[in-house]
T-cell receptor, first 110, second 114 residues
Framework: QQNVQQSPESLIVPEGARTSLNCTFS?????YFWWYRQHSGKAPKALM?????GEKEEGRFTIHLNKASLHFSLHIRDSQPSDSALYLC??????????FGSGTKLTVEP | DPKIIQKPKYLVAVTGSEKILICEQY?????MYWYRQSAKKPLEFMFS???????DNQTASSRFQPQSSKKNHLDLQITALKPDDSATYFC?????????????FGPGTRLTVL
């Protein structure tokens, strides 16, 4: 079973800032690495995923993965108030069961 | 139209009672899951089903029993309810049980046990 840790626990940034969220995991055998976003009172929704070392960009969001250091991160460029949410990283083992971190609560102030 | 339906949205129960949480997905997916989220614990995996068969069980207590009557249904029966069972229960589904497929979450059932 994966041990997934997230940092920081919470973050407050001004609108337009670049935001970085971190996730560490324990089992390097995992192949897929996910970020989910959960707005208050809503269901979690997948934001993006990565399956190989390196970087993947989708719009304002970028994931970095370094399997050797058991670490991946999410970077948000030009943060918007609508980005305010709980961000959850998830690392499935070799089958599709999501082990989530405890989340980073992001607040983007206008 | 909602693709994953969970019923009821809110549920209040008394300690010791039994409740059933309903989940139906209309995405044509073959794998379904239950997760639980409370103020005390982060979002945690409970069960996974693939083609109506139980594949993974992370729940230590036998008071939690998933039930799949149809391919697109996965209900969760909880017996002998305790206040610690108070949480939001999310049903999810994915195309398959392999790791690369996105999981889609339902809106959740918020259970309060008094």
């Amino acid at each position: 079973q994966q041990n997934v840790q997230q940092s920081p626990e919470s973050l407050i940034v001004p609108e337009g800032a670049r935001t970085s969220l971190n996730c560490t995991f324990s089992d390097s055998a995992s192949q897929y690495f996910w970020w989910y976003r959960q707005h208050s009172g809503k269901a979690p929704k997948a934001l993006m995923s990565i399956f190989s070392n390196g970087e993947k960009e989708e719009g304002r969001f970028t994931i970095h993965l370094n399997k050797a250091s058991l670490h991946f991160s999410l970077h948000i460029r030009d943060s918007q108030p609508s980005d305010s949410a709980l961000y959850l990283c998830a690392v499935p083992p070799n089958y599709n069961v999501l082990y989530f971190g405890s989340g980073t609560k992001l607040t983007v102030e206008p | 139209d909602p693709k994953i339906i969970q019923k009821p949205k809110y549920l209040v129960a008394v300690t010791g009672s039994e409740k059933i949480l309903i989940c139906e997905q209309y995405l044509g997916h073959n794998a379904m899951y239950w997760y639980r989220q409370s103020a005390k614990k982060p979002l945690e995996f409970m069960f996974s089903y693939s083609y109506q068969k139980l594949m993974d069980n992370q729940t230590a207590s036998s008071r939690f029993q998933p039930q799949s009557s149809k391919k697109n249904h996965l209900d969760l029966q909880i017996t002998a309810l305790k206040p610690d069972d108070s949480a939001t229960y999310f049903c999810a589904s994915s195309q398959d049980r392999t790791g690369g497929y996105e999981q889609y979450f339902g809106p959740g059932t918020r259970l309060t046990v008094l």
